[in-house]
T-cell receptor, first 113, second 115 residues
Framework: AQSVTQPDIHITVSEGASLELRCNYS??????LFWYVQSPGQGLQLLLK??????LVQGIKGFEAEFKRSQSSFNLRKPSVHWSDAAEYFC???????????FGDGTTLTVKP | NAGVTQTPKFQVLKTGQSMTLQCAQD?????MSWYRQDPGMGLRLIHY???????DQGEVPNGYNVSRSTTEDFPLRLLSAAPSQTSVYFC??????????????FGEGSRLTVL
């Protein structure tokens, strides 16, 4: 069965500092990997995705993620965090078929001024 | 450009009542799904559909029914609401063809409280 682990429930960073959110997955085949962001009271928005090819993927809002098959990881990074990045971030793994994904429990990001 | 539309946004039910959460998408996506979100538990898949007339169970299907008579609509039915079904419900759709294959497009959510 597929699963996703986000080890950090809550992370606090200062504005302008770098950010890395961790994600580890378990999946039997080649995974489709996603990062979504959820602002308070809103639905989820896709930040970036990995299907195949280059293991470093670029997303919206200056985010990037690196797929490491040997570590079963797909960590999200941003070089300089903005106050507007405060939100909850979800990593997900899914198959192309059926459009269904398994989500991690999420990481809440707080940005200090 | 509506995307995925969920109604109602808020609902309070008493234990044992029934209701339907509506979901409609205008992107002609083949796949649709329902998730529930509970604090500290991420999103859990309730039911999903790969096309009109085809549905299947997800991780937490008990207490919920779905049907898919059209490509656009995917309602979620609670037949006899229980307090354990207090949650935020998200409907999502996904295309089967590139370039957005596998990506979930979410509605804004429906917050349900069962007393």
């Amino acid at each position: 069965a597929q699963s996703v682990t986000q080890p950090d429930i809550h992370i606090t960073v200062s504005e302008g500092a770098s950010l890395e959110l961790r994600c580890n997955y378990s999946y039997g085949a080649t995974p489709y990997l996603f990062w979504y962001v959820q602002s308070p009271g809103q639905g989820l928005q896709l930040l970036l995705k990995y299907f195949s090819g280059d293991t470093l993927v670029q997303g919206i809002k200056g985010f990037e993620a690196e797929f490491k098959r040997s570590q079963s990881s797909f960590n999200l990074r941003k070089p300089s965090v903005h106050w507007s990045d405060a939100a909850e971030y979800f990593c997900a793994v899914g198959a192309r078929e059926a459009g269904k994904s398994t989500f991690g429990d999420g990481t809440t990001l707080t940005v200090k001024p | 450009n509506a995307g995925v539309t969920q109604t109602p946004k808020f609902q309070v039910l008493k234990t044992g009542q029934s209701m339907t959460l509506q979901c409609a998408q205008d992107m002609n996506h083949e796949y649709m799904s329902w998730y529930r979100q509970d604090p500290g538990m991420g999103l859990r898949l309730i039911h999903y559909s790969v096309g009109a007339g085809i549905t299947d169970q997800g991780e937490v299907p008990n207490g919920y029914n779905v049907s898919r008579s059209t490509t656009e609509d995917f309602p979620l039915r609670l037949l006899s609401a229980a307090p354990s079904q207090t949650s935020v419900y998200f409907c999502a759709s996904s295309p089967s063809r590139p370039p957005n294959t596998g990506e979930l497009f979410f509605g804004e959510g429906s917050r349900l409280t069962v007393l």
